[in-house]
């Protein structure tokens, strides 16, 4: 099984920055696809970004150039940088891995981001 645990979460003011990271263990996979996912209160958990062993990304059009997603495949550790941050932006933060059919979620760093 792969456990993630999360961290980094908190309060920031609008336009203040954040950085979230995500640390893997068990029975990791050398290819894989690690990411971060977000849920707001009274909606529907969306994709933030995601990044594959091998460095390729994906991110939704409303991060697109604000946040940024990285990793160190050595610690298995994925890191989402979060700039010019938005009311907009608050919610439940989730890490998610998955490879070969199998998914495994965090349980969640809450970012609010609020004046």
């Known amino acids: 099984q792969v456990q993630l645990v999360e961290s980094g979460g908190g309060l920031v003011q609008p336009g203040g920055s954040l950085r979230l990271s995500c640390a893997a263990s068990?029975?990791?996979?050398?290819?894989?696809?690690m990411g971060w996912y977000r849920q707001a209160p009274g909606k529907q958990r969306e994709l933030v970004a995601t990044i594959t062993s091998g460095g390729s990304t994906n991110s939704a059009d409303s991060v697109k150039g604000r946040f940024t997603i990285s990793r160190d495949n050595a610690k298995n550790t994925v890191y989402l940088q979060m700039n010019s941050l938005k009311p907009d932006d608050t919610a439940v933060y989730y890490c998610?891995?998955?490879?070969?059919?199998?998914?495994?979620w965090g349980q969640g760093t809450q970012v609010t981001v609020s004046s």
């Open positions: 068990g029975s990791i996979f050398n290819i894989n696809t």
């Open positions: 998610n891995y998955r490879s070969w059919g199998l998914t495994y």
